[in-house]
């Protein structure tokens, strides 16, 4: 028997491969960077300038974001539909990506 025999294959569901052990921590890394992309589908980065779609009310803050407002210096979260934002007034923004328009 050979020592290459012994090793399992994992299956990855995000290709919908049978795939060696170390090649599927090897595309896990590269799945880490989500994509978050705006209401065109344009994709978003951190810093990138957005604009609102439509009037936000902020919950908690007693305040609603108009249409067209401009949020400076955004970040990604992680998660592909949240943006963490820096907005007047407001602490720990974060909008849905389906709300907001790359500038």
Request: hydrophobic share 35%; aromatic share 4%.
């Amino acid at each position: 028997m050979h020592s290459g025999d012994s090793d399992d294959y994992v299956y990855d569901e995000a290709t919908g491969e049978w795939v060696a052990p170390g090649d599927l921590t090897v595309a896990a890394s590269e799945d880490e960077a989500v994509e978050v992309r705006d209401s065109a589908g344009t994709l978003l980065a951190d810093g990138d300038q957005v604009t609102l779609i439509k009037d936000l009310k902020v919950k908690g803050a007693g305040q609603t974001l108009k249409r067209g407002t401009v949020i400076k210096s955004i970040r990604l979260t992680g998660d592909a539909q949240e943006i963490d934002c820096r907005f007047d007034g407001i602490k720990g923004l974060v909008l849905r990506a389906e709300f907001v328009r790359k500038r």
